[in-house]
């Protein structure tokens, strides 16, 4: 198994709340990426980043931003929780072909 | 459009038993395609990852096909366990970025019984 961590693992948080999810690897990968997963649907890409103060959004549109000021760091934040922000969230990183992904956090916003 | 289709959605079989699952896939350009098993509340963990030139690789009871003519792979797990419940996600990379473009299946939901 990867050394990519995330946490919280779970999160139950109310609206309008500011949220930092972590993520680190230590692998030393450059590329590190984070993706959201509904039930029963497919990943998709919100954000990621090809090394240290690079950082570009993914593909699915997000009101959370990163920051990669570190190699082996890379949190995501919601500025202001809201319910449509529940979801499970991703972090990975890769290298080659092979992408290495953390446990995941369920977010929950009530 | 560049889509990923996995069949069947959700499949139930016996301990014991092999399974097929399938995954048809419309991405161009072709780069690699790859198995995910992600179990429950857990992140995606690499089972197999092939590139255009290889049209079968084996990791443990897990073995993958790829047809890149016909844009096909399936996933033959043999002698299932119960361990083996879990979602199993195909996803294809493209070859049209520094990216490398990855576009995943909605996955096949296996339930293993005893």
């Known amino acids: 198994e990867a050394d990519i961590y995330q946490t919280p693992r779970y999160l139950v948080i109310g609206t309008g709340k500011k949220i930092t999810l972590e993520c680190s690897q230590t692998?030393?990968?450059?590329?590190m990426y984070w993706y959201q997963q509904d039930p029963g649907m497919e990943l998709h890409l919100i954000h990621y980043?090809?090394?240290?103060?690079?950082?570009e959004k993914g593909d699915l549109s997000s009101e959370s931003t990163v920051s990669r000021i570190r190699t082996e760091h890379f949190p995501l934040t919601l500025e202001s929780a809201r319910p449509s922000h529940t979801s499970q969230y991703l972090c990975?990183?890769?290298?080659?072909?092979?992408?290495?992904f953390g446990p995941g956090t369920r977010l929950t916003v009530t | 459009k560049n889509q990923v289709e996995q069949s069947p959605q959700s499949l139930i079989i016996l301990e014991g038993k092999n399974c097929t699952l399938q995954?048809?896939?419309?991405?161009?350009?072709?780069?690699?395609l790859r198995w995910y098993k992600q179990d429950t509340g857990r992140g995606p963990v690499s089972l197999t990852i092939?590139?255009?030139?290889?049209n079968t690789k084996s990791n443990g009871r897990y073995t993958a096909t790829l047809d890149a003519d016909t844009k096909q792979s399936s996933l033959h797990i043999t002698a299932s366990q119960l361990s083996d419940s879990a979602s199993y996600i195909c996803?294809?990379?493209?070859?049209?970025?520094?990216?490398?473009?990855?576009?995943f299946g909605r996955g096949t939901q296996l339930t293993v019984w005893p």
């Open positions: 692998m030393g990968h450059d590329k």
């Open positions: 980043s090809y090394g240290v103060n690079s950082t």
């Open positions: 092939m590139t255009f030139s290889e």
């Open positions: 996803v294809v990379s493209d070859r049209g970025s520094t990216l490398g473009r990855l576009y």
């Open positions: 990975a990183s890769s290298v080659n072909y092979e992408q290495y």
């Open positions: 995954c048809n896939y419309t991405v161009s350009p072709f780069s690699n």
